[in-house]
Every structure is written in structure tokens, then in C-alpha cells.
């Protein structure tokens, strides 16, 4: 089956204790991105990556480092997480043209405290 | 970059009337325009699309419009049932220099509420 899984789905973490989120997908997929989820805020984008060994900055990046080693993981880095950074994570993935459709993970929900 | 407003951010219909949702993007390159559903506790899903081409697309009781030269789009939803409410997301892509061509970017989100 097509899917895009992310791990954890659900996790609680102190202040500025580093973790990671993963993200897999196995439609062999170029592109991939990272998403958080604000009430009133929709959806921001915090990297992207084109290819492999490609990355780019989005809207949001500060406080994130992403990796692209395969091209079919996408590892989100907290360094070091601050409360702020609570939020509701997604990682998305697509054929790198612009004419193609995302599909999305099932969401992370990180609460730093 | 690009940037994608989107309105309202919240709307509320009765069963079987028609609801629209209005987004207006600012990068004159951008040339597909996918429209996303998201149910709760799911991620978003691909509903329908548009490619730059075209100034209409249906699919059974929702439909898309562009305008290229306004540079916004719609979506409409007719005879509206209780399972579409959700929050609705329009996205834009194409635009941007050629590494960054395929990039998505998203508007803030629409959550429709249908009453029975």
C-alpha cells in the first residue's frame, strides 16, 4: 500500500531535550516537506526537499534541521525543543513536478513542556 | 515567494445548500492549483485539481474555477452533506525559480461546518 508513515504519532517531551521525528514513504517519491499545524494558522511549511541531498528552507525553519540521506526518509531534528514548538506535525511527499499530488502522513502531535 | 490567502477561515452551511471557498495566490508563474480535504485526526487528502489550462473542473458535487488573470480560485460545493464537514485547504505550485518549481504551498485553511 502507498503511504507515507510517521513516527512517533503522539509524543510528550521536556524543554530542550533533542528528538526526532521520522518520516518514510514508498512511492519513491522526490520531493518531501514538512508541515506544523496551528489553530488559525493552517498549514506552514518548515523544509522541503526536492531530492536527495536537497533541502530547502520554509517558512518556519528556525529551531528544525532536516536531513534527506534517502530518498525515502525525511527525518525532522528538535535540537533543542521549546514550548513553542508544541504543535501538530505532517510530513508530505510527491513527484517533484508541480503538477503532482501530495500525500500526506497521519500527523505527529508533539507537546514540549 | 509564493503566498496564498484563503477565505473565510470558517463557514458554516445547512444540508443541501452550496458552500465556496476563495483563494487568491501571488506568483503569476504558478500553474496548479490542488485543493485538500482534512477530516479529523487524519492528514490532508486530494479532493480536486486544477492545471492553468483549464477554468473549470468538476467531479460529481464539487467543482473548481480559476481565474489566471485574478489570479484566484474557488472551490464550490453543492448539495452539501453532513460527512463534508472538514477543514479544507487550496495550495499553489509551479512558481518560483526552476529548483523550486514543484514546491506546495498552502493557504490557512477553511473548516466547513454542515448542519443536518
Known amino acids: 500500500e502507498a503511504q507515507v508513515t510517521q513516527n512517533p504519532r503522539y509524543l510528550i517531551t521536556v524543554t530542550g531535550k533533542k528528538l526526532t521525528v521520522t518520516c518514510s514513504q514508498n512511492?519513491?517519491?522526490?520531493?518531501m516537506s514538512w508541515y506544523r499545524q496551528d489553530p488559525g494558522l493552517g498549514l506552514r511549511q518548515i523544509y522541503y526537499s526536492m531530492n536527495v541531498e536537497v533541502t530547502d528552507k520554509g517558512d518556519v525553519p528556525e529551531g528544525y534541521k532536516v536531513s534527506r540521506k534517502e530518498k525515502r526518509n525525511f527525518p525532522l531534528i528538535l535540537e533543542s525543543p521549546s514550548p513553542n514548538q508544541t504543535s501538530l506535525y505532517f510530513c508530505a511527499s510527491k513527484y517533484r513536478g508541480p503538477n503532482t499530488e501530495a500525500f500526506f502522513g497521519q500527523g505527529t502531535r508533539l507537546t514540549v513542556v | 515567494g509564493e503566498n496564498v490567502e484563503q477565505h473565510p477561515s470558517t463557514l458554516s452551511v445547512q444540508e443541501g445548500d452550496s458552500a465556496v471557498i476563495k483563494c487568491t495566490y501571488s506568483?503569476?508563474?504558478?500553474?496548479?492549483f490542488p485543493w485538500y480535504k482534512q477530516e479529523l485526526g487524519k492528514g490532508p487528502q486530494l479532493i480536486i485539481d486544477i492545471r492553468s489550462n483549464v477554468g473549470e473542473k468538476k467531479d460529481q458535487r464539487i467543482a473548481v474555477t480559476l481565474n489566471k488573470t485574478a489570479k484566484h480560485f474557488s472551490l464550490h460545493i453543492t448539495e452539501t452533506q453532513p460527512e463534508d464537514s472538514a477543514v479544507y485547504f487550496c495550495?499553489?505550485?509551479?512558481?518560483?525559480?526552476?529548483?523550486?518549481?514543484?514546491?506546495?504551498?498552502f493557504g490557512k485553511g477553511t473548516k466547513l461546518s454542515v448542519k443536518p
Open positions: 512511492m519513491n517519491h522526490e520531493y
Open positions: 495550495a499553489a505550485s509551479g512558481g518560483g525559480d526552476g529548483g523550486s518549481q514543484g514546491n506546495l504551498i
Open positions: 506568483d503569476s508563474a504558478s500553474n496548479y
